[in-house]
């Protein structure tokens, strides 16, 4: 179906059924989705009489099952020929892994944290995608250190934000003088 751009099954079955009321070919159907459907292909030669008139012999069809493949099958065969899967499963890290990468991290760039805050951010990195299963948004991790580097980047706007938001969060004036009549 995919070699002759035919999209439907129906259309398949109505154009072999054709194909064999032609005598191009002969089609046994099996009716069974656990086995084919056998399918005899002829030699077409240029000869004076009809191949449906002449008489067949083993050598002169060719016999091949056909099977819908299923989407297993498609999926297996995409993974043997390396178009996905090529790479190793991605296996999460352990606590120690990241609390030594965000420590050389931020020792090696100035990210505006000190060496106690390495690690408690290491900390919260790890819970967050420990919580999430090991997740960027709705896909699973592929590396762990790129993701990494990615909070090491947002931690300023994390600052900034979580001063915005303690201080204006609900509009309130933080210096309140309760002697004062309302």
Same mark, same amino acid.
């Given at each position: 179906?995919?070699?002759?751009?035919? @999209?439907?099954?129906? %259309?398949?079955?109505r154009?072999?059924?054709?194909?064999?009321?032609?005598?191009?070919?002969?089609?046994? #159907?099996? $009716?069974? #989705?656990?086995?084919?459907?056998?399918?005899?292909?002829?030699?077409? +030669? %240029?000869?004076?009489?009809?191949?449906? &008139?002449?008489?067949?012999?083993?050598? +002169?069809? !060719?016999?091949?099952?056909? /099977?819908? #493949?299923?989407? *297993?099958?498609?999926?297996?065969?995409?993974?043997s020929?390396? &178009?996905?899967?090529?790479?190793?499963?991605? !296996? =999460? =890290?352990?606590? &120690?892994?990241?609390?030594? $990468? $965000?420590?050389?991290?931020? !020792?090696? &760039?100035?990210?505006?944290? !000190?060496?106690?805050?390495?690690?408690?951010?290491?900390?919260?990195?790890?819970?967050?995608?420990?919580?999430n @299963?090991?997740?960027?948004?709705?896909?699973? /991790?592929?590396?762990?250190?790129?993701?990494?580097? *990615?909070?090491?980047?947002?931690?300023?706007? $994390?600052?900034?934000?979580?001063?915005?938001?303690?201080?204006?969060?609900?509009?309130?004036?933080?210096?309140?003088?309760?002697?004062? =009549?309302?």
């Open positions: 179906m995919r070699v002759s751009k035919i @999209g439907s099954v129906a %259309t398949y079955h154009c072999i059924k054709h194909l064999h009321e032609y005598g191009y070919l002969e089609y046994f #159907p099996s $009716f069974n #989705p656990l086995v084919g459907s056998q399918v005899n292909l002829f030699t077409f +030669e %240029t000869a004076s009489v009809q191949v449906s &008139e002449q008489p067949r012999t083993k050598s +002169e069809t !060719a016999s091949v099952q056909v /099977m819908k #493949p299923y989407i *297993n099958s498609i999926n297996k065969s995409k993974l020929k390396g &178009e996905k899967g090529s790479q190793a499963p991605f !296996a =999460p =890290p352990s606590l &120690e892994e990241i609390i030594s $990468f $965000f420590e050389k991290r931020i !020792a090696d &760039e100035d990210v505006g944290l !000190a060496d106690q805050d390495s690690e408690t951010e290491a900390r919260r990195f790890h819970s967050h995608y420990q919580a @299963g090991w997740r960027v948004g709705s896909n699973p /991790m592929q590396d762990w250190q790129a993701a990494a580097e *990615n909070w090491l980047l947002k931690i300023p706007q $994390f600052a900034s934000h979580q001063k915005s938001h303690n201080n204006y969060s609900l509009g309130t004036n933080q210096n309140k003088a309760y002697d004062e =009549p309302l």
